[in-house]
């Protein structure tokens, strides 16, 4: 009790050093959560537009399809049967489902052409399983066998296309023939997906499924969207398991990426500010104890000769540095949980670093970040500044406790 007793007095008898040492941990701590909030605020925003706008939570398709994607043919397309249909129902998770038919064309408007992914969907149930209708600019969605076209706003800026403008698509339909779709576009959309909103061509179901020449109850693949993103995994493997050895499900995480080497960035960002954390407070920690040793080379050997062992010595400078520790977390921890509440209620504008480029970043976000709570960082950070502080006091608290007495109350 007496060597907490003097570390808590110690802690305290020069008190400009103490909060300077715990300033230094503090504003450690504080960027670390402050980035920590952001970089999860990133990924989660980005994960929630890629299941919202590109992916939903799970996507079923032949093997195949996934293997070769980029070039969407139809030689992929599968029939969605009954049986499918019922064991998607069976999944408690799932709320809603859309098959979609998806080819690669050429949209030409004058004497411009460009490629494009032409997605043909069931307009009521694609409404139910993405967001992309929430986010027409101009004219309106599609309608059940409409002849019209939802496009993006960089296309339609592109191919200088307006609402009522004819399009044309060019394309190969199952046979291999040539074939064109053609009729006015009724709507475009703007969402924080780039791809979408860059080189897709949304048109109905009927028109699509006529003009590629496919089957009644063919699909390209069917996207599905669950009460739960955290339930997307486990449902992906049991529906990958049940749907038979041609159809393979994979979810959202499976499909970017991009996103999950952000994922690992953001682990290798936590591990570089936690070494910065560690020399900060391995500078900030040494210094106070070493300088605090000298000071008190003669209170050392009084201690040692009214009986207190090394062990006690270096535990009560230990102590002092477990509580420098604790008041730089605890000033961290508050300071850094107030900037997380501002992220978290009003967020971040990402123009004011990128400008417009932020549409252009290449993965899908918005133009405000907010931030993410984790309550673990902070439990975790503030457990690490102060176990540092204690494991960085011992090299010199042992060199101080190993003083000889009579050379120590000598000041020598």
């Known amino acids: ?51 919202d706008f590109e992916t939903a939570h ?26 499918m249909r019922d064991e998607l129902a069976r999944e408690k998770a799932v709320e809603s489902f859309t098959p979609l038919i998806e080819f690669q064309a050429e949209i030409i408007a004058g004497r411009e052409d460009f490629p494009v992914r032409t997605t043909a969907v069931e307009p009521d149930s694609f409404s139910e399983v993405m967001r992309v209708p929430e986010y027409l600019v101009e004219g309106e969605f599609l309608k059940p066998g409409d002849r019209g076209a939802v496009i993006g706003s960089d296309l339609a800026e592109l191919m200088n296309l307006e609402k009522g403008d004819i399009y044309t698509l060019h394309f190969r339909d199952a046979a291999g023939a040539y074939n064109v779709m053609q009729g006015e576009v009724r709507g475009i959309i703007s969402t924080p997906s780039p791809r979408l909103n860059r080189n897709t061509v949304l048109v109905s179901r009927e028109y699509g499924k006529t003009a590629a020449g496919v089957a009644d109850k063919a699909v390209s ?23 038979g050895a041609e159809i393979s499900a994979r979810y959202y995480r499976e499909t970017s990426d991009i996103l999950e080497a952000m994922e690992s960035w953001i682990r290798l960002e936590n591990f570089v500010i936690l070494g910065l954390i ?8 040494v210094n106070v104890v070493v300088l605090s040793a000298l000071e008190r080379m003669e209170e050392i050997g009084l201690m040692k000769a009214m009986g207190l062992s090394e062990k006690q010595i270096v535990g009560v400078f230990a102590m002092e540095a477990a509580g420098i520790g604790i008041i730089g977390g605890i000033l961290g921890c508050v300071s850094g949980a107030a900037a997380v ?29 907010y931030g993410v709570w984790n309550p673990r960082a902070f439990i975790f950070v503030f457990i690490f500044v102060v176990l540092l502080a204690v494991v960085i006091s011992l090299i010199p608290s042992i060199w101080a406790a190993r003083q000889d007495p009579i050379e120590a109350i000598r000041g020598g």
Do not use: C
Request: charged share 25%; hydrophobic share 55%.
């Open 58 to 83: 799970l996507q079923l398709a032949r093997k195949d399809f996934f293997e070769e994607e980029e070039y969407l043919s139809l030689d992929e397309v599968f029939v969605f049967d009954r049986k």
């Open 341 to 369: 509440a501002l992220l978290a209620e009003f967020g971040l504008d990402l123009e004011i670093f990128y400008g417009e480029g932020v549409h252009g970043l290449g993965i899908p976000v918005l133009e405000r970040l």
């Open 1 to 51: 009790m007496y060597p907490l007793r003097l570390a808590f007095r110690n802690l305290f008898r020069r008190k400009q050093r103490t909060l300077l040492a715990s300033g230094v941990l503090a504003l450690a701590v504080f960027i670390f959560l402050v980035i920590d909030s952001f970089m999860l605020g990133m990924m989660e925003l980005s994960f929630g537009n890629l299941i």
């Open 278 to 285: 560690l020399v900060v407070g391995a500078i900030g920690i």
């Open 221 to 243: 693949q069917v996207k599905v969207r669950l009460s739960d993103r955290e339930l997307a995994e486990a449902a992906a493997r049991r529906l990958d398991k049940n749907m």
